[in-house]
């Protein structure tokens, strides 16, 4: 194998990858990269067994085409400190050589046979979709997903597509995302299986969109999700499992309703939860006709309190949240009116935070 | 006595049942008093304490199954006294049995000399001071010699030899020669160390074991019988509840052990093995222990003769306390208090000298770590002094004793004075980074005054479990409620028995339901509970409902279950911690007292002073 770079396209592919690419793996051959010079291109191929990463590297010159299988961390560390512009790629008999002007390193490569088999996208029933549009459902929903414990098929974020729209769900059982946002169809089938994608897969997927503009395809296979952009192609396992049925805690009908400016709504808690305690804490927010107090205590440091006007409907009532959950959800507001409602201090907030935009979050209570 | 069917007439039928000769009586006796060797020292150690001796000498073979000699300077005996040494249930302690309501001396069944004499070879030799001439008499299973005139010290002197040389029964029963000179030297030191006037001298096969000068202070004798780090570490105790008395010394949890020799209880002068004890130390040290493991601890208990029974069992080791419960409950109060103020950390010199050593034994007595003990700042100097506690059973007003005089106060060992103000966790310390991380789990802490390794989980386990106490003490707990319950599966038995218990589960934040015949849901938890996960609480709970029968409340609730987690090693996935993160972490640590070890007991931190890092680097 023999391909000619632009060193700053090379780069950029390389660094794809490693975000792939696991630190430790019982398995070492995923530590490396696999290139593959056809004639006209060079792919670049990593993959942790979970996600995996096929990145076409742009402005190439194949000498001769062949595939090697390099040391990830190193090479994208070698590339990146090279001066260059352009760098060539030689591999020959065990070795590759990474040649720039006069400075140059020789790898020792690894069996390109034992390297997975990354799956090539296939266009067949696949949608299109601006990118921009699906790294947006992602920021809104993908932060509420849960990282420690709890259910398995709460790890990742629920993808459904209903209505003309795809909606994204994300949930840790404490709060839910649920965002969606119109999207031409143009006939392709819904997925047949409940589509699950790790947290992980999402932000390879939202990485590689680099540009919001760009049109991207998607398609839902049985057990992945796979997502293609101009030069990369990237394939998510999906998580097994059963997602909880979150249309059923999403309240339907609510006794009280808030209106507040997001903004100063995340300012405010944000206030008061600076004198709660560190790791656990609970905001209050009593509301009256026309005014909002929130109140924040902590054992070891004292108490605050703020107040703001807002819109209320409703009876004086009190709900306290964990002011964390509240605004991861404020952060990602799309319109500036935010909307809060709710029956009573022990039961679900829902923050309506946009057109299609919808935060549930569980209170805390205090009078167990 | 023969039965009454029987004919004596029909001439050949002897009785059946007939009354045993002495010696035999005394050998059957022998078996419940004397043991093993230990049991003979034991006796003969006791008797010469109560003959008044100020230096006694013990003198075994063979772990003493060859010989036990005790030598002591008492008031010795006459040949009057020695013709009746060996006869059963002859005494000098006791007269009448009122008498038995208030003994002071050790012995008083009047049965050791009797039994050792039917099972062994004794010789006993001794001379009243005021006598010019000693006499000796000898038994040899259980025939005894009459008194002959003899020269010889004042004093008396006992031999046994040969123990069990006529009932090879009970000497098959006998362990090894190491198991039984450990058995002697335990009692040994027991005794030694209740006896603060005592001189004691212990050889084995001639080689000298024990060693304690007329005079010594507890903590000197502790000194020579523990080893420097361990007296030098230890924390004072000292409180009173009416004429209950506990003074003594506990050690920080490192110097726990799998079995309890390091634990001494003196009642009135006399070392007991009690259960209700062993619970007190077990309770005081509770959540600063890995499962078992037992403190060391040397304390001696006064208290009114009247109030305690010692007559339970023939080796006098358990007793009976009337008011049990109010003296538990000062007890345990007045070893925390004490427990509270002691050093914690693991000092690294040990570590240091244990990595040192290619074979590490837990065990050994290791050199003196030098200055590393080092008060807890919040402790005032001159805070050794007596503190005093009113009420048992509950939180204590501390109350300074007024005329804080040096009576009662235990002499700081030399070489303790502080070598670094800020040491230990305390608001004041400068808690800044950088932090080092060492596989996401010990976080290294630079001090004023050398390093600290701090284990993030035990530390964090030790934080959430105090602040979930005090919020729970100060109201309800704040309840994190879930959206979408955490369903997990159990059995059909276990719901059921998930169910009785679920009104005090939710007394501590723990909101479980029962969803169907073989699943809890988890609808909600402490808010400052992040482990263990729903899964693992209800498993934890389902264990304790099958270990105890019950649940208890609040804070006995959480405790239990942030131990059994942390036993399950659920907390050992390694968290990335960012430097806020840790910083916050250490901050809150330093706001709780108990934070150097974790509820089960590992320590959470180790600490390096400047002079162990000098040391390792052998500039000192």
Known sequence: MKVLCNRERLREGLAVVNSVVPAKSPKPVLSNVCMVATDDALELVGTDLEVAVRYRVEDVKVEDPGTTVIPARVTLDFVRDLSGETVEFAAAGGNCTITSGGDACELVTVDADEFPVVSRFGEDGSLSLQGGTFTKLVERTAFAAAREQGRYAMHGVLIEIDDDK???????????????????????????????VPTKGMQLFCRVIT?????????????????????????????????????????????????????????????VANVTGDEARAVRLSVKKGKLELFGQSAGRGE????????????????????????????????????????DKSSPGKFTLGEDYVYVVMPITMDV | MARGGEESGLGQAEAIIRPLPELVRNQIAAGEVIERPASVVKELFENALDAGAREVRVDLEEGGVRLVRVADDGRGMGPADLRLAFAPHATSKL??????????TLGFRGEALASIGSVARCRIYSRPAAELLGWAVENEGGRVSEPRETGGPAGTHVEVRDLFYNTPARRRFLKRTATELGRCLDVIQRLTLA????????????????????????????????????????????????????????????????????????????????????????????GHLEHGRHPAAFLRLAMDPARVDV????????????????TFGFLVNALREALRRSDMATPGQVLLDRAARRDPAPGATLPDPGPLRRPDPRERPGDDELRVYEVPGRPLELREREDAGPAGAAPAPPGTEPADPAGGWAASDDVRGPFVVVDR??????????????????????????????????????????????LVEVTRAEARRLEEHLPALESAGLCFSVFGPTTIAVQGLPV???????????????????????????????????????????????DTLSQDEIESLLRRAARIPEAQTCPHGRPTRVRFAKLDLEKAFHRK
């Open chain 2, 311 to 326: 007559n339970v069992h023939p080796a006098k080791a358990e007793i009976r306390l009337r008011d049990e419960r109010r």
């Open chain 1, 304 to 343: 605050a309190t703020a107040h703001m006007d807002v819109e209320y409907k409703g009876r004086s009532a009190d709900i306290a949240f964990n002011p964390d959950y509240v605004v991861d959800g404020l952060k990602n507001a799309e319109r500036e009116l935010v909307r809060l409602e709710f029956n």
């Open chain 2, 528 to 574: 400052r509970l992040r482990r263990p996960g729903p899964e693992e609480l209800v498993r934890v709970v389902l264990d304790l409902i099958e270990r105890t029968g019950r649940v208890p409340e609040g804070v006995a609730l959480l405790e239990e279950v942030l131990h059994s987690a942390a036993c399950r090693g659920s907390v050992m996935a390694g």
């Open chain 2, 195 to 286: 006896h603060d006037e005592l001189g004691v001298a212990a050889t084995h096969d001639g080689r000298r074991v024990l060693d304690v000068e007329a005079g010594m202070g507890f903590r000197e004798r502790i000194r020579r019988v523990f080893g420097a780090e361990l007296a030098d570490a230890l924390e004072p105790v000292e409180a009173r509840d009416g004429d209950t008395v506990l003074t003594g010394f506990v050690a920080p949890p490192r110097f726990a052990r799998a079995d309890t020799s390091r634990q001494l209880w003196l009642l009135n002068g006399r070392p007991v093995r009690d259960k209700v004890l062993i619970r007190v130390l077990r309770e005081g040290f509770r």
């Open chain 1, 166 to 196: 795809l909606k994204m769900v994300a949930t840790d059982g404490r709060r839910l995302a649920v965002a969606s946002a119109p999207i031409d169809l143009s006939g392709a089938p819904a997925p047949e299986h409940a589509t699950i």
């Open chain 1, 211 to 271: 540009d919001p503009l760009d049109q991207v395809r998607l398609a839902f296979e049985e057990n992945q999700l796979g997502l293609r952009t101009r030069n990369a192609e990237v394939f998510a396992r999906l998580l097994d499992g059963e997602f909880p049925r979150y249309s059923a805690v999403i309240p339907k009908e609510v006794g009280n309703a808030l209106e507040a400016d997001g903004d100063h709504l995340q300012r405010k808690i944000r206030l």
């Open chain 2, 95 to 104: 007269r009448a049995v009122d008498d038995l309501d208030h003994i002071a």
């Open chain 2, 441 to 486: 789990t010990y976080i290294v802490r630079a001090l004023p005054d050398g390093l600290e390794i701090v284990d993030q989980h035990a530390l964090h386990e030790r934080v959430t479990f105090e602040e979930l106490k005090a919020e729970l003490e100060r109201g309800p707990l704040e309840v994190q409620r879930r959206l979408v319950p955490e």
